[in-house]
């Protein structure tokens, strides 16, 4: 079975910088798209940014974009999410998610919790100061 392992989250002061790491170890080629979400307290868990493994094109919620990037390692089945510019607000447990139904991803991208069928276990990101 599929297993999505994190790291990565950590304490930064505002304006500062975080990576994050994800490890897709299932079988080669099971995973469609993958997708980083994320958890503040009191909300719901919403979209960050994803990718389809067959495409190029990368997707950001409005509130990150510019300011996240997200990337692959093909080789490694490896997703990062590079985070600069971090405001309190960004303050949340980031889940990385893979979505292994269907042969490719629909368009448009999903973005819905729902649409995602393997979770990692969550890593803490706290931006204060």
């Known amino acids: 079975q599929v297993q999505l392992v994190e790291s990565g989250g950590g304490l930064v002061q505002p304006g500062g910088s975080l990576s994050l790491s994800c490890a897709h170890s299932g079988r080669t080629g099971s995973s469609t798209g993958m997708s980083w979400f994320r958890q503040a307290p009191g909300k719901e868990r919403e979209f960050v940014a994803g990718f389809a493994w067959n495409g190029r094109t990368t997707y950001y919620s409005d509130s990150v974009k510019g300011r996240f990037t997200i990337s692959r390692d093909n080789a490694g089945n490896t997703v990062y999410l590079q985070m600069n510019s971090l405001k309190p607000e960004d303050t949340a447990v980031y889940y990385c998610?893979?979505?292994?139904?269907?042969?490719?991803?629909?368009?448009?991208?999903?973005?819905?919790?729902?649409?995602?069928?393997?979770w990692g276990q969550g890593t803490q990101v706290t931006v204060s100061s």
């Open positions: 998610a893979s979505r292994e139904r269907g042969v490719a991803v629909p368009f448009p991208f999903p973005r819905a919790e729902s649409e995602y069928d393997y």
